[in-house]
């Protein structure tokens, strides 16, 4: 089944894949998709490509386990066996929240079993800093926006639905402890992470023809306890690795 993400609007576009640059091109430049992302679905994996401000910002794979960052360039070439593109609408920090999962990898996964409101606000508040909450049940992925560790703004995936509660934290808490299969929380830290190096690059200058498929790349596999939570395609013979966001791998 195909991962389940958050959008304020979705609107489906018809291409074939060999018209896809110029189709998304045109929509850009007549400013109709200003920030969101583009989305492909092919063999349960999403594809997104996200743009902001009319230009294009990064893009990402993701699976249910397995989430990577892509160049532009290579998300036509992995549209290419897809003949529907969907644009999901987002405010900024939607964008934010969304875009984070195809750029890094979570710093903390919270245990959701036996959860408390005050739990979850103790682990959120120990980075004092901007963050996203991820709540993942099955193949949604909903994302709360977390203001100097407080959620402030919750986003769910399609098709779920949160109780009703007096705040975002206790909606969070609720909804965990209701679902009826696993719920797991992670935590994304350091979230405005800018566009990537190859962003920007007007999409009609993108052709079919150049988004060939990517050669097969060494990848690093991040861990997070037992899970593998992130990847990373080694693209050039050195990578820098460490928290400061001018990293490779941040």
């Not at 998709?33 to 902001?52: C, I, K, N, P, S």
């Not at 360039?73 to 964008?95: H, K, Q």
Request: charged share 20%.
């Amino acid at each position: 089944m195909p991962l389940r993400l958050p959008s304020l609007s979705s609107i489906d576009l018809s291409a074939s894949t060999r018209e896809l640059a110029p189709v998304l091109a045109e929509h850009m430049e007549a400013s109709q998709f200003e920030q969101g992302y583009f989305r492909v679905d092919v063999m349960a994996a999403a594809t997104l490509l996200f743009v902001r401000k009319g230009k294009t910002y990064c893009a990402g794979l993701l699976r249910s386990g397995q989430a990577m960052g892509i160049p532009v360039a290579d998300f036509l070439a992995r549209a290419r066996v897809a003949e529907r593109v969907t644009f999901c609408g987002a405010d900024l920090p939607l964008f934010l929240c969304t875009a984070v999962l195809v750029r890094k990898a979570p710093a903390t996964q919270i245990p959701s079993g036996k959860l408390k409101s005050t739990t979850l606000e103790r682990h959120l508040h120990t980075t004092g800093k901007d963050a996203v909450l991820v709540i993942r049940a099955g193949e949604a992925r909903s994302v709360a926006f977390c203001r100097e560790g407080t959620p402030v703004k919750l986003y769910t995936a399609t098709g779920e639905q949160f109780p009703e509660a007096r705040s975002v934290l206790d909606q969070i808490v609720a909804y965990a402890k209701g679902a009826g299969g696993e719920v797991f929380l992670d935590v994304y830290d350091e979230i405005n992470l800018g566009p990537t190096q190859d962003a920007g690059q007007p999409l009609a200058e993108l052709s079919f023809e150049q988004a060939l498929a990517p050669a097969q790349v060494p990848v690093l596999a991040i861990k997070l306890g037992e899970r593998v939570v992130f990847h990373h395609a080694v693209r050039k013979s050195e990578v820098r690795v460490g928290r400061g966001l001018s990293n490779d791998l941040a």
